[in-house]
């Protein structure tokens, strides 16, 4: 499979990227806990059929010492004992954040009165900013077809 278009090419792309990751830096810097935000950014990426996000993040939480238990478990999550209930909240927030178009209201208030539960505000500024910076890659690669598989931990910086 070849992507639509060379994304990394693109002085556009590359301008537009460069914004997007001093987003990312902001948020992998904030208070809101690093497996949390892989954890979240793997599952909007599966709901968004992204394969190059997927493969990326499920390989950086692998080598941030995330278990493959736990990886193989997102797509389940709620079935699943071994995530937190902050991470659950943090996954039904993601995943409503990110199907925003299949939900009548949007996100429920019974979602964000959860995870405000476990978060406080700047963490939750953090997380509905991840929800909707990954939703962005994630579209940016499926319409282009980005491949997935060759990623490498870090290459990115």
């Not at 792309?13 to 809101?32: N, Q, T």
């Not at 979602?111 to 505000?121: F, M, P, Q, V």
């Not at 509905?128 to 910086?157: C, E, H, K, T, W």
């Amino acid at each position: 499979m070849e992507a639509r278009l060379n994304v990394f090419a693109s002085p556009v792309a590359g301008k537009l990227i460069k914004h997007l990751g001093s987003a990312g830096k902001v948020i992998a810097d904030s208070e809101l806990p690093a497996a949390t935000q892989e954890l979240v950014k793997i599952r909007a990426s599966q709901i968004n059929g992204c394969g190059f996000c997927t493969d990326m993040h499920t390989k950086d939480a692998t080598a941030a010492g995330e278990t493959s238990l736990r990886l193989n478990l997102i797509a389940a999550w709620r079935e699943a004992t071994v995530f937190t209930d902050a991470e659950r909240a943090a996954l039904e927030l993601t995943e409503q954040g990110t199907r925003i178009a299949d939900a009548a209201g949007g996100v429920t208030d019974e979602a964000w009165a959860n995870a405000a539960k476990h978060y406080d505000e700047e963490q939750l500024v953090a997380l509905m900013s991840l929800i909707a910076l990954i939703n962005m890659y994630n579209r940016l690669n499926v319409i282009v077809r980005q491949p997935a598989g060759d990623y490498q931990p870090g290459q990115f910086g």
